[in-house]
Structures are given as C-alpha cells and as structure tokens.
C-alpha cells in the first residue's frame, strides 16, 4: 500500500498471508447472463482502488456455465506494467496446468523479493552516483526552449496536462519500407518512426533542438542486476 506520513510518502508491504481478494458471481441461472456478464465487466472497470488502504489488486471469478467460467483481474498501474503482466499470466497459466492436473506448485520459490530489490537500488542510486546522475540530465535539459507550434489555440496560462489520442494507421506496405530502412541503419523500427516524428515536430516548429518523451515498458532493473537476481 501507499501511505503519506507527514507529507511523505511510503510504501507498507502486505503480510504474506494477505491473498488476493477475489467475489465470485454465478450467473448459470440468470435468463440475461450475457448482459449480466458485461454489467459486472463496467462495474469492475469503474470500481476506483484506495492506495492507501487497498487491495491494488483484486479478482472477480464469474461462472457462465457448470464447465465455464471467466477471471477478470484487475490491478491498479502503481503495482503492475506491461512486463510484469507477462509474468503474471505466464505463471499464472502454469498454476492452473497443474491444478487441472493435480500437481504440486510448480513455481520454484522466489530468491529474492521486491523490498530485497528496493533496497538494493537505494543503495545503489545515492551518494556520488545520484549525483552524478541528477547532474547529467541537469545539463542535459539545460537551455531547453519550449515547444512553439503552430496551433489554433493559445496555450492556457496554466498548465492543466489535459490530453487526447488520435489513432492513425500505417499500411502494411509502409511498414515494410520501414522496417528495411531501419534494418539498413542498424536502427529498430521504433527508432525509425521516433526519429521521423522529431523531423515533423522540428518541420512545424522552426527548432533544431527537441526534447521527446517516452514511456519505457522495461522494468527499472533490467541491465543492472543485485545481488541474488538473473534477469
């Protein structure tokens, strides 16, 4: 959980024994099931979580048949990305092999834990090397202009980090030209398209110096191993 003391924020780890809270539905009686089915969906996709008192994660198993049922599990994003998602159905798939077949866990125990690796990277990251590292991307930024475009609107004197997608599509042709152009740079495709988007933004904008954000899928510890974990 996440709790604030004072103003300053901190994470309380879980008892072992906690579990993972899970509602059982049974929807084989019900003449809308169906409906039934996609009210429980919304109701679970709107359902807010408390991060101070939990639970960050929680399950709903819902029986549609004698012989069929469907999991939704849903976590809150500050205990879960797309790595760790993998993870979880992988081994969660193997659980269920061996339930269905009558086996033991099949998980071997884990040698290290989170809180082991949280306190690992504070170790690692202070002193001399996190300053190092604040130093690096001070000057990094340092001077950086902000983005003028030619837009229709003004920009609000203050901030309010609204925002929208606008999904577009690339065809499968385009997409073949430049997955070969990246693979004649020694580039990925993701290098190639981020490096066209800086060109268009540099285009409309008249600057020649750019600072682009993206999200990273990684976990923070991949390509820097403590102690006892093999990545």
């Known amino acids: 959980m996440f709790v604030a003391t004072q103003g300053k924020p901190r994470v309380e780890v879980l008892p072992p024994d906690a579990g993972l809270p899970i509602v059982e539905h049974d929807l084989r009686e019900r003449s809308d099931a169906e409906a039934a089915f996609l009210d429980l969906c919304h109701e679970e996709g709107r359902t807010p979580f408390d991060l101070a008192r939990g639970p960050l994660i929680r399950g709903r198993l819902i029986r549609t048949a004698d012989e069929e049922h469907v999991f939704l599990l849903t976590q809150h994003h500050i205990v879960s990305d797309g790595w760790s998602m993998g993870v979880l159905l992988r081994e969660l798939s193997q659980l269920y092999r061996a339930f269905q077949a009558g086996q033991d866990d099949p998980l071997p125990p884990l040698a290290i834990q989170y809180p082991d690796y949280a306190a690992w ?3 690692w990251l202070s002193g001399e090397r996190l300053q190092q590292q604040a130093q690096y991307w001070r000057s990094a930024l340092a001077g950086t202009a902000r983005l003028v475009l030619p837009t229709d609107h003004a ?3 203050q901030q309010s980090f609204a925002a929208a997608a606008v ?7 385009l997409t073949r030209e430049l997955k070969r152009l990246s693979l004649q740079h020694g580039s990925t495709l993701f290098m190639t398209v981020l490096a066209a988007w800086a060109a268009v933004l540099s285009r409309l904008s008249g600057q020649d110096d750019l600072v682009i954000g993206v999200p990273s899928a990684n976990p923070p510890w991949v390509g820097q191993n403590p102690p006892g974990m093999v990545t």
Do not use: E, K, N, S
């Open 121 to 123: 990277q504070r170790q």
């Open 155 to 157: 920009r609000p004197a």
């Open 167 to 173: 999904p577009i599509t690339v065809d499968a042709d």
